[in-house]
C-alpha cells in the first residue's frame, strides 16, 4: 500500500514513476477519511488543497530536479499559522483564526514541495501529556493493549500528529516540543520524534506557549525520515531573533554513519525512583546495542536533573501567563457577549475562551511574576536552569550522546488519567531537562511491552550536533529491527 511506503522510499518512487503524486496523496486523503472520525488526530482537514498541490507537484517531478520532499503528505500541528487555513491552537479563543499569512517553518516545507493534509490536534496551545485538552476532542492512540479494548492516549502535545503518523494518515508531520511535546507523543505511538536545538528552527508565525523553550520539529515513522524533514524545516530567519545563523547539513548523510569510538553517556540520575523494571530492560537493551556497534558506554551525572521539572513548571506557566494575555477578546480573540463592564469582559473571555489546563498555567505563572513573588520563584528557578545547562555542558566534554529512557511508562489509558495534575506532569520527567537546557534530543522506537506497547530511548546531543543523534539514532533503529505497527491504521481494522 503507498501509505505503508516512508517518505525516502515515497521520494524514490515518484521519481521512477512508479506512481503519482496525486495517487500518493489520494492514498491519504482516504486514509484520513475513513479514521479520521474514531482517531479525531485532525482538527482541520484540507483534501481538495492537498490534491490541488498534488498535481502542481506531478508537473515539478515531471520537468526534474524537484525539491526533496516534492509530492510528500504531511500532517501539519495547528500550532503553525497556514494561510488561509484555519489555525485554532486547539483552543475555542482563537478557533476561528484564519491567519493571512505563512508560519517560516511550514513555508519552508512548501518549498521544498510538501503537500499538506490538514492540522493536525492537540493539548489546547500545547499544554499537556496526553492530548486530552483539546477543544476540539481528544486523540486515540492507534495502539491498543492485548486483550484490552480500553482507548489509550497518544502523548502529548503533539499527539494528533504522532497519531496520524503512527496509523498512516501521513508520511510525517510537524510538532513543536516545549518539555517533551514532540519526544513524549512520538514514545506513546512508536515512532520517531526529533527536537532539534533551540534556535535551529524558526518560531516565526508559530503559536507561542514558553518562547524560551518552544521548537519545532518533525516526527515520523524512520529517523531518515525525520532527517529529511530536519533538512527542510531548519535554517536561519530573520524574523525570528531566537533562531541561530548556523549553516544546515545534510543530515540524511548521518544515516548510517559509523560509530565507532563514539562516547555515550549513561546519566545515573535517570534511574528515577519507581521506574517499572520493563523500562530500565529496555534501556539496558539500547545500552548493549550502541556497545555492539562499537560506542564506548560512559557513566556520567547530571546532578541537577532532579529540579528540572519543578523549574520547568514555573519558567514555562510564566511566560505562558505572558503570551496568552494578548487574548483578552478586544486585542486577539474571540469576545464573550453580555458583558456589563470591561473587567467582566475580561473575565467572560478568558473563561469561556481557556479551558481548565490552560487556565491553571496561566493562574500559576501570574502568581510567581507576582509582585513579591519573582524573586523567589521565577528568578530563582532561572538560577537553576543555569545549572541544569552546566550539568550538560560538562557531561559533554567526556561524552558525544546520552542514552535515556523517553517516558517512564508507555501510554496510558484515557480513564486512568490521574486526577492529580502533578502525576501529570510526571509524564515529562525524562524529556525536561534537554528542554531546559536547550539541547536536541530524539526518541526512537525499540521495542514492546508485555501489553503490546511501544516503548522509545531518548538520546541527547550537544547544542546544534542534531548529525550525532541521527547516527546513533539511526544504528539504534537498525539494531532494535522495531517493525511493529499499531492495529489501527490505514488499510486495517482495528
Known amino acids: 500500500m503507498l501509505t505503508d511506503l516512508t517518505i525516502a522510499q515515497a521520494a524514490e518512487g515518484l521519481r521512477k514513476k512508479e506512481f503519482s503524486a496525486v495517487e500518493l496523496t489520494k492514498a491519504h486523503t482516504d486514509a484520513v477519511d475513513a479514521l479520521n472520525g474514531r482517531v479525531n488526530a485532525y482538527i482541520t482537514v484540507t483534501s481538495d488543497k492537498a490534491l490541488a498541490a498534488a498535481k502542481k507537484a506531478d508537473s515539478t517531478l515531471s520537468a526534474g530536479e524537484a525539491p526533496a520532499l516534492t509530492g510528500i503528505p504531511l500532517g501539519i500541528k495547528d500550532l503553525f499559522c497556514t494561510n488561509g ?113 533551540y534556535g535551529r528552527c524558526s518560531r516565526w508565525g508559530t503559536i507561542a506557549f514558553a518562547s524560551s523553550l518552544d521548537q519545532a520539529g518533525p516526527m515520523t515513522r524512520t529517523v531518515e525520515d525525520a532527517a529529511i524533514m530536519l533538512t527542510a524545516m531548519a535554517g536561519h530567519d530573520p524574523k525570528d531573533s531566537t533562531c541561530a545563523d548556523v549553516a544546515v547539513p545534510d543530515y540524511r548523510a548521518a544515516c548510517g554513519r559509523s560509530l565507532k569510538g563514539l562516547r555515550v553517556g549513561i546519566p545515573a540520575e535517570y534511574r528515577a525512583p519507581g521506574m517499572s523494571e520493563e523500562i530500565l530492560a529496555v534501556w539496558q537493551k539500547g545500552i548493549d546495542m550502541l556497545r555492539e556497534a562499537g560506542c564506548e558506554i560512559v557513566d556520567v551525572s547530571l546532578p541537577h536533573t532532579k529540579y528540572g521539572l519543578a523549574t520547568y513548571y514555573i519558567i514555562a506557566p510564566a511566560e505562558c501567563s505572558s503570551n496568552l494575555a494578548r487574548y483578552d477578546g478586544v486585542r486577539f480573540g474571540e469576545r464573550a457577549e453580555g458583558a456589563t463592564s470591561l473587567d467582566d469582559l475580561y473575565e467572560k473571555t478568558r473563561h469561556n475562551g481557556f479551558g481548565e489546563e490552560v487556565r491553571r498555567r496561566i493562574l500559576m505563572g501570574t502568581y510567581v511574576l507576582s509582585a513579591g513573588y519573582y524573586d523567589a520563584y521565577y528568578l530563582k528557578a532561572q538560577k537553576v536552569r543555569t545549572l541544569i545547562q552546566r550539568d550538560f555542558t560538562q557531561a559533554f566534554q567526556k561524552v558525544d550522546v546520552l542514552l535515556t529512557p523517553t517516558a ?84 486495517v481494522s482495528a
Not at 492516549?153 to 516540543?177: E, F, K, L
Open 85 to 197: 487555513v484555519r489555525t485554532t491552537a486547539a483552543s475555542k479563543i482563537i478557533g476561528n483564526f484564519v491567519p493571512p499569512y505563512e508560519s517560516t517553518v511550514t513555508a519552508k516545507l512548501l518549498e521544498n514541495g510538501a503537500i499538506f493534509l490538514g492540522k493536525t490536534n492537540l493539548d489546547e496551545f500545547a499544554m499537556g501529556s496526553g492530548n486530552l485538552t483539546s477543544a476540539f476532542g481528544s486523540v486515540e492512540n492507534p495502539w491498543h493493549r492485548k486483550d484490552d479494548a480500553s482507548v489509550l492516549v497518544p502523548g502529548g502535545s503533539s499527539g494528533g500528529s504522532a497519531a496520524a503518523v503512527a496509523a498512516h494518515m501521513a508520511m510525517g508531520a510537524t510538532g513543536t516540543d516545549t518539555g517533551g511535546s514532540i519526544r513524549q507523543p512520538a514514545a506513546y505511538c512508536g515512532i520517531v520524534g526529533l527536537k532539534p536545538t
Open 408 to 491: 517512564p511508562t508507555a501510554a496510558f489509558a484515557r480513564d486512568e488519567k490521574p486526577e492529580d495534575p502533578v502525576q501529570m506532569y510526571l509524564n515529562d520527567i525524562f524529556t525536561v531537562p534537554a528542554s531546559m537546557a536547550g539541547q536536541p534530543a530524539m526518541s526512537v522506537p525499540v521495542a514492546l511491552d508485555d501489553k503490546g506497547l511501544p516503548l522509545g530511548l531518548q538520546l541527547i546531543g550537544k547544542h546544534f550536533d542534531e548529525e550525532t543523534i541521527i547516527a546513533v539514532g539511526s544504528a539504534l533503529e537498525k539494531a532494535a529491527g522495531f517493525t511493529a505497527r499499531p492495529d489501527l491504521r490505514a488499510g
